[in-house]
C-alpha cells in the first residue's frame, strides 16, 4: 500500500512558477507508476503527466507539454512537478496519484491511491 501527501501548492502570476512535491510512504514505492492530474472548478479530472517505475519513462498532456516536469526521486520517496510558464487555465487542484503497475497510465480509473488535492491558482 501507498500513502500520498502532496505540498507546493499556491498563488502565481501568469508566466511564473512553482513546484509540487508528493511524499509517498510505503516499502513499494519503486514498484509503482506515479502521476499527476487536475480538477478545476466544474470540470472532471484531467491526466497532467506520468512517470513509470526507473529506469523513468514520462508522458505529458499536450496541454502541458514543454511546460511542466514530472520527476522522481526514490531516496526520498517523492515524486515532483515542475511547473513554469504557467497559465490562468492552468488553475485546478492537482492531485498526485499512485497505480499499482510499473507503467504509467493516463486514465483515472487506473490508479488505485491519492493525494488529498493541492490548490494552484495563477491570476492574469
Known amino acids: 500500500q501507498v500513502q500520498l501527501v502532496e505540498s507546493g501548492g499556491g498563488l502565481v502570476q501568469a508566466g511564473g512558477s512553482l513546484r509540487l512535491s508528493c511524499a509517498a510512504s510505503g516499502r513499494t514505492f519503486t514498484s509503482y507508476a506515479m502521476g499527476w492530474f487536475r480538477q478545476a472548478p466544474g470540470k472532471e479530472r484531467e491526466f497532467v503527466a506520468t512517470i513509470s517505475r526507473s529506469p523513468d519513462t514520462t508522458y505529458y498532456a499536450d496541454s502541458v507539454e514543454g511546460r511542466f516536469t514530472i520527476s522522481r526521486d526514490n531516496a526520498k520517496n517523492t515524486v515532483y512537478l515542475q511547473m513554469n510558464s504557467l497559465k490562468p487555465e492552468d488553475t485546478a487542484v492537482y492531485y498526485c496519484?499512485?497505480?499499482?503497475?510499473?507503467?504509467?497510465?493516463?486514465?483515472?480509473?487506473?490508479?488505485?491511491?491519492w493525494g488529498q488535492g493541492t490548490q494552484v491558482t495563477v491570476s492574469s
Open positions: 496519484a499512485a497505480r499499482s503497475r510499473i507503467y504509467y497510465s493516463t486514465r483515472v480509473e487506473n490508479y488505485d491511491y
